[in-house]
């Protein structure tokens, strides 16, 4: 059993507050489940609604060869417009009292059992989380490379169980104007909305992080849960989710219902299909100084695994 | 006024404000490096450039609307002693902006430089930033006086117009550059045009009133 020593960035139990209290007692209970003990427990709960469940790399989604992008940088340079079109305004301004814990996430449409979930209870429920190393690449042809930590999206889905007429899959993001400013302004139509094919979302790569090199998701990329779909463009990848809705009509994107000709459904990463303003052939390397640019791989280097789902469509139609 | 108006005399200070914003990038890269700008450094010295050379083109736009509707104002005559030191400051910001563009889309790898230029010009964002950009060049080579005199006065004021076209596509450029429409643009360019609106006015009128002498 992988046993964590506590970190830097990790409060004494005496700091956690006692509505967090709550949410602690029932992660103890799901780590003595698995046969971490309270010594192991110890004094490392955190800040951060996910706080406290142990993450350990699963080989089978790393690549050696990738470089994870600096934690700084992940945490500072965001799109997430609800807290301002500045990269570095979801940094200040999500944390400003937008409070991300506790969090529901009501799951309904098309499903057997609709259901309303606490995201700690969540975590127990799909049986604890995993760090994947993927690709990151936003559609404005910049990239990183994230250690992510949380859990397949398939599994999600499972505890609800989709009905046979169930297509696609359509996630909300928070709606608070009082706390984002983004929202208050309406720079966007909000809630944010995001959809996928449910083949695409019971994908084994589609993941729903609530971690990001071991440490609670912070708000400023989506506490405390958001998707990630390492072939699609960043913007697919919807924050903060606090509604999965099952559905048998494609459902439409905040970004493609704004400006359909430079947002498409898919968003699959392709260097062949560019952007109306610019080329995706390439991309800039977060991180990676003058040098840093490399080219752009088809569906982000995910080609072997995903491929199929798009067997004899043409991705020049259906960007 | 009086005060402002004499350092707007002064070649010394105008090359000071010419100079300063471009020297601000080094405080969140070196100085107190801000992680949102170390991400990645050359997408702010992008954004910064072109932002500096729009705000330069548009206040030297703005001299000589200023002297023909507030003639007796001093700081505008001050100001409008130094129209080609300041569009001049404004091609090099413009300059130093397409540089950045280049390394930036190229890193230090010339395999990528068809694509850049393939970009350029089928993008039409792209595409008006080179023309503007090609204005300002032109006008930029024809700012010394032996330009001048080698031109004639007529045929280089003509030619000195085009800058208000390099206005026009620059705040197409960078309302196109973002995904949702930049304010920015709006507070650059809005006071320009009602400057150059007030000015065609006010020419009018003195025009009808006082007719030319033959
Ligand atoms: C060959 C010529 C040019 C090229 C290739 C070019 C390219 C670009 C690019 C790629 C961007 C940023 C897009 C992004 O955010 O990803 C941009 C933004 C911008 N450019 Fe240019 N540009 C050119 C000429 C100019 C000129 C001549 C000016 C002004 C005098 C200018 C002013 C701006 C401004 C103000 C922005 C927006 C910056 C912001 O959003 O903060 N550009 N340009």
Redesign the pocket.
Known sequence: MHIRTPKDWELPESAVTSESLYHLSKRRDFLKALGITAVALGARQAMGATAGFPTKLNPAFHDAALKPTAYDAITSYNNFYEFGTGKDEPRELANRGWKTDPWTVEISGLVDTPIKIEVNDMIGKVGGIEQRVYRFRCV?AWSMVIPWDGFQLSKLLALAGPKADAKFVKFYTFNDPKSAPGQREGNLEYPYVEGLRLDEAMHELSFIATGIYGKPIPNQNGAPLRLVVPWKYGFKNIKSIVKIELTAKQPRGTWEAMQAREYGFYANVNPTVDHPR?SQASERVIGGGLGGRQRTLMFNGYDKQVASLYAGMDLKKFY | MLFLEKILRSKAAVWTLLVLPGLWPLWPIFVRPDPSVTADALKYL??HF??V??VV?AVVLAFTPLRVLWPKWGVAQAVNRHRRLVGVA?FVY?AL??TT?FVYEGGLDVSFIPDIFRA?VSKPF?LT??I??TI?LLLAVTSPNAAIKWLGGKRWKNLHRLAYVAAGL?AY??AA??KIF?LQVLWIFVPLALLEIARVWKQRQVGRVVPKAS
């Open positions: 404005e610019w | 992008l954004h072109g932002f050379a729009c083109l404004a413009a902006h397409v563009h350029v792209q930033g080179l503007a950009f300002l620059v450029h960078q550059a973002r930049p």
